[in-house]
Protein backbone atom coordinates (compact mmCIF):
# COMPACT_ATOMS: atom_id res chain seq x y z
CA UNK A 1 0.00 0.00 0.00
CA UNK A 2 1.17 3.32 -0.66
CA UNK A 3 2.24 5.91 2.14
CA UNK A 4 0.24 8.80 -0.08
CA UNK A 5 -3.80 9.45 1.09
CA UNK A 6 -5.93 8.72 -1.64
CA UNK A 7 -9.75 9.95 -2.19
CA UNK A 8 -12.56 7.17 -2.40
CA UNK A 9 -16.12 6.99 -1.10
CA UNK A 10 -17.01 5.35 1.98
CA UNK A 11 -18.90 1.73 1.27
CA UNK A 12 -21.35 2.19 4.15
CA UNK A 13 -22.47 5.55 3.69
CA UNK A 14 -20.99 6.69 0.24
CA UNK A 15 -19.27 10.10 1.57
CA UNK A 16 -15.89 11.04 0.00
CA UNK A 17 -13.17 10.11 2.43
CA UNK A 18 -9.39 9.60 2.48
CA UNK A 19 -7.87 6.42 2.97
CA UNK A 20 -4.29 6.40 3.97
CA UNK A 21 -1.33 4.79 6.20
CA UNK A 22 -1.13 6.77 9.89
CA UNK A 23 2.56 7.53 10.20
CA UNK A 24 5.58 6.60 8.13
CA UNK A 25 6.63 4.01 11.00
CA UNK A 26 3.94 1.33 12.77
CA UNK A 27 1.14 3.01 10.79
CA UNK A 28 -2.69 1.40 10.41
CA UNK A 29 -5.04 2.29 7.52
CA UNK A 30 -7.35 4.66 8.75
CA UNK A 31 -10.46 6.52 6.95
CA UNK A 32 -10.59 10.20 7.81
CA UNK A 33 -13.40 12.65 6.85
CA UNK A 34 -11.73 15.22 4.10
CA UNK A 35 -13.35 18.47 5.66
CA UNK A 36 -10.67 20.12 8.18
CA UNK A 37 -11.73 20.63 11.39
CA UNK A 38 -11.37 23.95 13.68
CA UNK A 39 -9.92 23.78 17.48
CA UNK A 40 -13.64 22.82 18.90
CA UNK A 41 -14.44 20.07 16.21
CA UNK A 42 -10.82 18.56 17.01
CA UNK A 43 -11.71 18.48 20.43
CA UNK A 44 -15.28 17.11 19.86
CA UNK A 45 -13.65 14.35 17.43
CA UNK A 46 -10.93 13.74 20.30
CA UNK A 47 -14.09 12.95 22.90
CA UNK A 48 -15.61 10.63 20.74
CA UNK A 49 -12.54 8.48 20.90
CA UNK A 50 -11.69 9.27 17.14
CA UNK A 51 -8.12 10.23 15.95
CA UNK A 52 -7.24 13.19 14.36
CA UNK A 53 -4.52 13.73 11.74
CA UNK A 54 -2.62 16.26 10.06
CA UNK A 55 -2.63 16.67 6.80
CA UNK A 56 0.32 17.36 4.59
CA UNK A 57 0.84 18.27 1.15
CA UNK A 58 4.20 16.94 -0.23
CA UNK A 59 4.83 17.68 -4.01
CA UNK A 60 1.18 15.87 -5.81
CA UNK A 61 1.13 13.64 -2.40
CA UNK A 62 -1.12 14.16 0.47
CA UNK A 63 -0.30 12.26 3.44
CA UNK A 64 -1.51 11.74 6.94
CA UNK A 65 0.27 11.84 10.00
CA UNK A 66 -1.72 10.82 13.52
CA UNK A 67 -1.48 13.54 15.93
CA UNK A 68 -0.71 13.61 19.78
CA UNK A 69 -1.10 15.95 22.55
CA UNK A 70 1.71 18.07 21.30
CA UNK A 71 0.81 18.52 18.14
CA UNK A 72 -2.67 19.00 19.70
CA UNK A 73 -1.72 21.86 21.91
CA UNK A 74 1.23 23.12 19.55
CA UNK A 75 -0.41 23.33 16.44
CA UNK A 76 -3.73 23.96 17.21
CA UNK A 77 -6.71 22.90 14.48
CA UNK A 78 -7.56 25.20 11.60
CA UNK A 79 -5.24 27.89 13.12
CA UNK A 80 -1.80 28.90 10.79
CA UNK A 81 1.57 28.68 13.34
CA UNK A 82 4.48 29.52 11.42
CA UNK A 83 3.48 29.15 8.26
CA UNK A 84 2.92 25.80 9.27
CA UNK A 85 0.36 24.49 6.01
CA UNK A 86 -1.87 21.36 7.41
CA UNK A 87 -5.26 20.42 7.70
CA UNK A 88 -6.55 18.52 10.74
CA UNK A 89 -8.88 15.92 9.51
CA UNK A 90 -10.81 13.48 11.75
CA UNK A 91 -11.48 9.77 11.85
CA UNK A 92 -14.75 8.47 9.41
CA UNK A 93 -17.86 7.59 11.30
CA UNK A 94 -20.67 7.83 8.89
CA UNK A 95 -23.04 10.51 9.76
CA UNK A 96 -21.10 12.41 11.63
CA UNK A 97 -19.80 16.13 11.29
CA UNK A 98 -17.82 18.43 12.81
CA UNK A 99 -17.19 21.87 13.44
CA UNK A 100 -15.25 22.90 10.27
CA UNK A 101 -12.50 25.46 9.62
CA UNK A 102 -10.97 26.64 6.42
CA UNK A 103 -8.60 24.25 4.24
CA UNK A 104 -5.09 25.51 5.17
CA UNK A 105 -3.36 23.80 2.55
CA UNK A 106 -1.79 25.34 -0.32
CA UNK A 107 -2.71 24.42 -3.78
CA UNK A 108 -1.36 22.20 -5.75
CA UNK A 109 1.36 24.52 -8.16
CA UNK A 110 0.65 23.68 -11.95
CA UNK A 111 2.77 25.72 -13.69
CA UNK A 112 6.10 27.84 -12.92
CA UNK A 113 7.57 27.97 -16.23
CA UNK A 114 7.53 30.32 -18.76
CA UNK A 115 4.75 29.61 -21.04
CA UNK A 116 5.31 31.89 -24.01
CA UNK A 117 8.70 30.01 -24.83
CA UNK A 118 9.51 27.37 -26.73
CA UNK A 119 8.46 23.87 -25.49
CA UNK A 120 11.37 22.14 -23.79
CA UNK A 121 11.53 19.83 -26.18
ZN1 LIG B 1 -19.25 6.27 6.03
Known amino acids: MSRDA ?5 RRCGDPILRG ?8 EVEVNPTPLNVFGEMLARIAHLGTYDLHR ?4 LRLHSRDHW ?27 FPAAP ?15 PPPF
Open 21 to 28: LSDDWCAA
Open 58 to 61: EGDH
Open 103 to 117: SLLRSRTVSTGDLDG
Open 71 to 97: QIAGRPAGILVYCWRVDVLAEHRCGWV
Open 6 to 10: RGRAC
